[in-house]
């Protein structure tokens, strides 16, 4: 079945620090993949998605990668902010789960001043 | 500003008790959700309605009774929860394409039960 591995947390990093969080995918089919992030007593909220390979999503500084050969979305921002701090789920939608996205472990990012 | 609306933000509980989960969206999305979350864990799938028909239950304790009385509204109710049942829960909402699911959700800020 479709499933989402994404790193252990938490990641912890001193503002302005650049960040990567890993994620990888198994999918039948191609599926579409995003990045969901929750803030501290708040429900999900979508940051960034793609559709297809080689798509790249942003907002608010964060991108990610569509990349189908490695299978991987990894999230990256090059100047982390202590307000960045939350947990980051990556996910994916695809046939094989009627399209109900399927949610990674999620990662807690820790951003120090 | 989310644009999916939860009631109550807390909610504490005994377990003989019955009580609701409100959720409201007006963004003419056809499909809703509800989600169950305990700390540091992902939201796990409760319930999907599409086009206001439960499409998906995963398996969950009929203790929850969920309802969608039309496509802006989706209830969850809960009657004589275990303490287990204590955790956040979140309702999202997203477009369908036809049949199919676009993968883009929308959540609420949840509704925080603890049960007594």
């Known amino acids: 079945g479709d499933s989402v591995t994404q790193m252990e947390g938490p990641v912890t990093l001193s503002e302005e620090a650049f960040l990567t969080i890993n994620c990888t995918y198994t999918a039948t089919g191609y599926p579409s993949l995003f990045w969901y992030v929750q803030y501290p007593g708040e429900g999900l909220q979508l940051l960034l998605k793609?559709?297809?390979?080689?798509d790249k999503g942003s907002n608010k500084g964060f991108e990610a990668t569509y990349r189908k050969e490695t299978t991987s979305f990894h999230l990256e921002k090059g100047s982390v902010q202590v307000s960045d701090s939350a947990v980051y789920f990556c996910a994916l939608s695809a046939g094989g789960g009627s399209y109900i996205p399927t949610f990674g472990r999620g990662t807690s990012l820790i951003v120090h001043p | 500003d989310t644009e999916v609306t939860q009631t109550p933000k807390h909610l504490v509980m005994g377990m003989t008790n019955k009580k609701s989960l409100k959720c409201e969206q007006h963004?003419?999305?056809?499909?809703m959700y509800w989600y169950k979350q305990k700390a540091k864990k992902p939201p796990e799938l409760m319930f999907v309605?599409?086009?206001?028909?439960?499409?998906i239950n995963e398996s969950v304790p009929s203790r929850f009774s969920p309802e969608c009385p039309n496509s802006s509204l989706l209830n969850l109710h809960l009657h004589a929860l275990q303490p287990e049942d204590s955790a956040l829960y979140l309702c999202a909402s997203s477009r369908l394409a036809g049949a199919r699911n676009t993968g883009e959700l929308f959540f609420g800020e949840g509704s925080r039960l603890t049960v007594l």
């Open positions: 963004m003419g999305h056809r499909a």
């Open positions: 309605y599409s086009y206001e028909k439960l499409s």
């Open positions: 793609a559709t297809k390979a080689d």
